[in-house]
């Protein structure tokens, strides 16, 4: 979900402490994790009601199917175990460099 370093983790905690304090930082990150924890519980129950609504006859949806890149992927390679990958260019032999953060 994400994709935090080392870094940036302690870097996070350390603004964390600074906001909050040593003595209000317990409390902060129980409530954090209470409303993490209800927020997932009211999905799962939302999940469980639209499947519920639906009746039998869609007995095998998946509400991760309405994602729109797994949706594409759904009905676009169905039957295909992977999308066929497209051809490197090679330079030297060598792939060339790959920027993930490039748009």
């Given at each position: ?7 940036e983790f ?15 930082l317990p409390?902060?990150a ?6 993490l ?6 999905a ?19 509400v ?6 797994r949706?594409?992927?759904k ?23 790959f ?5």
């Amino acid at each position: 979900m994400f994709n935090i370093s080392g870094g940036e983790f302690v870097v996070l905690l350390l603004l964390a402490l600074l906001i909050f304090g040593p003595d209000q930082l317990p409390k902060a990150a129980q409530q954090v994790g209470r409303v993490l924890r209800q927020l997932r519980t009211m999905a799962n129950s939302a999940s469980k009601d639209i499947k519920e609504g639906l009746g039998p006859e869609y007995k095998d949806f998946d509400v991760q199917d309405l994602n729109p890149k797994r949706f594409v992927q759904k009905h676009f390679w169905e039957g295909d175990e992977e999308p066929e990958a497209k051809p490197v260019a090679r330079l030297n032999g060598k792939r060339p460099p790959f920027d993930d953060e490039a748009t």
